[in-house]
């Protein structure tokens, strides 16, 4: 006589010599879709999402940018209407980065404080066509204003002054808060940036706007796609390894995490993120704060690119990639699949 555990000759199966009484089948859980779904560890929803979006100047623009499939730079009565589709998805908020149109730009990035610039018209539109529904998240950062690329003033010798910087950046943040942004993102990688924009907001009166900090952000080779969507890509004279990190650190993005933790951050952020989940999980396992991860331009681009030459299933991959966000420890993540993301979910 046989049993399940024995094979006719009367021999333990192979399967069961570790365990000759099946106890430990792992395998029963997954048998079934219910089963799979009610025991999945990692959840994901549209109120994870934040949806970059790219500004650019006229009326009823939408401008293709080649190098993301899909994504396109919108003028803001189009930003605004991007907007009412994010809250119907169920996306809670939307960062925008503006193209400066090159007359605009300069050395010092002076359009960067101006109230009536892309970013705060399109800040007052989306405010006007979605009121509170729907956060708004905007990039403080000098490179979309600046004529050299740099996310900073340059001194004399072409390197990235610090301090005046972050005079610029304090005044670019306040104007994008007195237009209605509800948090704010410096992205710039300068020292004491957050403390500075977090003392200027409370005497600001905007005692309500949070800042998200790019506190490990990354000297990558992956925004590549972002540069040509903000108009920086040809402009860029140098590299950004003097302020950016080195992508060889782990420890070092401890150190700048928990400084600008230390100096008002509400929220951090590791870019790259899909490249850098080691980053996320570190940060999630050591720091009681919300960390987000930016998909980055190049990163989604990969994707694209894969799902176009038939190496993948891209719904597939992109969901793979969102719930490995999730899993790493993100509060959330910015992503340009992020109206792709809440529809394959809502459906």
Not at 14 to 42: C, I, V, Y
Not at 138 to 162: E, F, K, R
Request: some cysteine; proline content about 5%; aromatic content about 6%.
């Amino acid at each position: 006589m046989t049993d399940s555990t024995t094979n006719s000759t009367g021999t333990i199966h192979p399967e069961f010599r570790s365990d000759p009484r099946g106890r430990k089948r792992l395998r029963r859980t997954r048998r079934h879709g219910w089963s799979r779904a009610m025991q999945r560890e990692t959840r994901l929803s549209p109120a994870d999402l934040i949806w970059p979006l790219f500004v650019c100047d006229g009326q009823g623009v939408e401008e293709p940018v080649a190098a993301l499939p899909g994504v396109s730079r919108g003028s803001v009565d189009v930003i605004a209407a991007r907007a009412k589709e994010a809250a119907a998805l169920g996306i809670p908020c939307v960062a925008l980065f503006p193209n400066t149109p090159a007359h605009l730009r300069d050395e010092t990035g002076r359009e960067a404080l101006n109230p009536d610039n892309l970013m705060c018209r399109a800040i007052r539109a989306i405010r006007d066509a979605t009121g509170t529904d729907l956060g708004i998240l905007t990039d403080v950062a000098l490179d979309p204003y600046t004529s050299h690329g740099q996310d900073g003033i340059l001194d004399a010798s072409g390197y990235v002054t610090n301090d005046v910087t972050v005079d610029r950046l304090v005044a670019q943040a306040l104007v994008q808060a007195d237009a209605g942004a509800d948090i704010v993102a410096p992205s710039d990688m300068m020292d004491g940036r957050v403390g500075a924009i977090r003392d200027a907001l409370e005497h600001g009166g905007h005692h309500d706007v949070q800042i998200m900090a790019y506190a490990a952000k990354f000297a990558s080779a992956f925004y590549g796609p972002f540069r040509d969507a903000v108009g920086s890509a040809g402009l860029l004279k140098g590299d950004k390894k003097t302020y950016q990190m080195d992508p060889a650190n782990g420890d070092e993005a401890l150190r700048e995490v928990a400084a600008d933790i230390e100096e008002g951050a509400d929220s951090v952020m590791v870019k790259p993120g899909a490249c850098y989940l080691d980053i996320v999980r570190r940060v999630y396992e050591n720091f009681d704060v919300p960390v987000f991860a930016y998909h980055t331009s190049g990163e989604f681009a990969m994707i694209e690119a894969a799902a176009k030459v038939g190496a993948g299933d891209r719904d597939a991959m992109v969901m793979e990639v969102m719930t490995a966000f999730k899993r790493a420890g993100a509060t959330g993540v910015l992503t340009y699949h992020a109206p792709l993301v809440a529809k394959l979910l809502n459906d």
